[in-house]
């Protein structure tokens, strides 16, 4: 069994900075693209930002240049720090995992997700 567990969310003040971790636990054999994602209210859930176990990565428009995801592959760990916050980027953040388990499973795999208000 995979657990990703979300930590770093809460409220800020627009051109505020907040930063997301996801660390991901259990019966793992490797773990491919990490990503985050985001779904607002009455919206649909929407890719942010991702980064593949080398260093590529990719970003929605609306975040390119304020947002950066990185990952610690030795913590399995993937990290999205946001700068210059807009009341737009308020919604609810996933983590995602694309994981082969120790059994030879390979899916994604969802955090439960942490809030983040801007907001004056």
Known sequence: QVQLVESGGGLVQPGGSL??????????????????????????????????????TNYQN?????????????KNTVILQMNSL?????????CNADVKDGLGNRRGHWGQGTQVTVSS
Do not use: H
């Open 86 to 94: 807009k009341p737009e980027d308020t919604a609810v953040y996933y």
């Open 62 to 74: 609306s975040v390119k240049g304020r947002f950066t995801i990185s990952r610690d592959n030795a």
């Open 19 to 56: 930063r997301l971790s996801c660390a991901a636990s259990g019966s793992i054999f490797s773990i491919y693209a990490m990503g985050w994602y985001r779904q607002a209210p009455g919206k649909q859930r929407e890719l942010v930002a991702a980064i593949t176990n080398g260093i590529s």
